[in-house]
């Protein structure tokens, strides 16, 4: 009786039509789950990729995008008004959020770095605003700022 011997495996069958049987049952599975995780990896990569894209893209996006009060503080810095803080001071940090983006406008003179400036200016409190040759210690309102200043929020 002839012997038919799977390849995979070494199994012996006494029958081709066994032998077969048996790779369709036992090993064609095999040979397609590598073709299966490929193209999960290829899915998962692609939308791991999307992903960046468009996280990159909003990224860029918001950093392109204008301030909501540039104008405002591009304002106070032409009529002259000047913000005295430290950066290690929760105060001055709260008052420049208030402006978001658009403190990069503000006229911001850190004391911790002008000790003798903020000292001739008599800056006690941080933050302190110097506005048309007045003081307004703490943190000020837009309306306050305005108000002072003369320009529009």
Not at 26 to 41: G, I, L, T, Y
Not at 60 to 89: H, M, R
């Amino acid at each position: 009786m002839a012997e038919f011997k799977c390849e995979i495996c070494s199994k012996n069958f006494g029958t081709n039509e066994s032998l077969e049987q048996h790779k369709s049952m036992k090993h064609s599975s095999e040979d397609e789950k590598p073709r299966k995780r490929s193209f999960r990896k290829y899915i998962i990569l692609g939308i791991i990729g999307l992903i960046i894209v468009f996280s990159s893209f909003s990224i860029y996006s918001y950093t392109k995008k204008p301030g909501q009060y540039d104008n405002f503080a591009k304002c106070l810095t032409e009529k002259g008004a000047i913000v005295y803080g430290n950066d290690f001071c929760s105060y001055t940090n709260k008052q420049l959020n208030y402006f978001g983006k658009s403190n990069k406008y503000l006229n911001y003179v850190k004391c911790a770095e002008n000790q003798e400036l903020c000292n001739s200016n008599g800056i006690k409190i941080t933050p302190t605003w110097e506005i048309k040759g007045k003081m307004y210690e703490q943190v000020q309102s837009f309306e306050t700022l305005s108000i002072a200043s003369g320009c529009e929020i």
